[in-house]
């Protein structure tokens, strides 16, 4: 069966960044509740201590297995930043450098399975994968959020979704 492909990988280089992050476990089904109660918390936080935020937010996976995910919510800041106000499980790291693919989901959030089906067939058809566990040499991948869903349209959103090059 051959898939028609409507994905296009773009190789950029990703500069390391200062970034507020927290982390979670969840199941993959429960990705979409758990990511806007991971942003809420990280934008508290920014505001409580005053950093600046210098970049779209994105969404870190780190390991998925059997049906859950670790993730990494984060926030890029401006550099220098620092996380002692209390919360042990928010911090300021530096999220580090690296070559990447970067593909780019058009619309809603809810519709980006689709995407990430091409992506897969893309990554088949390049022989870099033979099934979807083979994600797990991919990660950590991430999605940055271009644009504000809560001020744009969703068949206006913007997301890049990030791979690591082998």
């Not at 970034?19 to 429960?30: F, K, L, P, S, Y």
């Not at 942003?39 to 210098?54: H, K, P």
């Amino acid at each position: 069966m051959t898939t028609r492909l409507d994905i296009e990988a773009t190789e950029v280089d990703v500069p390391a960044v200062d970034a507020v992050t927290i982390e979670a476990r969840c199941r993959v089904a429960d990705i979409g509740t758990t990511v806007p109660t991971l942003f809420s918390r990280l934008g508290e936080f920014v505001g409580r201590t005053a950093l600046r935020v210098s970049g779209a937010p994105r969404i870190i996976y780190t390991e998925m297995d059997e049906g859950d995910t670790t993730l990494v919510a984060a926030m890029p800041v401006a550099a220098g930043a620092s996380s002692h106000d209390g919360n042990a499980d928010i911090r300021v790291r530096v999220l580090p450098a690296g070559r990447m693919w970067r593909f780019v989901h058009h619309g809603p959030y809810p519709n980006m399975g689709t995407t990430y089906d091409a992506i897969t067939e893309w990554l088949r058809q390049k022989q870099l994968i033979t099934d979807e566990r083979d994600w797990i040499d991919f990660m950590p991948m991430w999605e940055e959020y271009v644009n504000d869903p809560a001020t744009t349209k969703p068949e206006d959103l913007l997301t890049h979704i990030y791979l690591p090059r082998p």
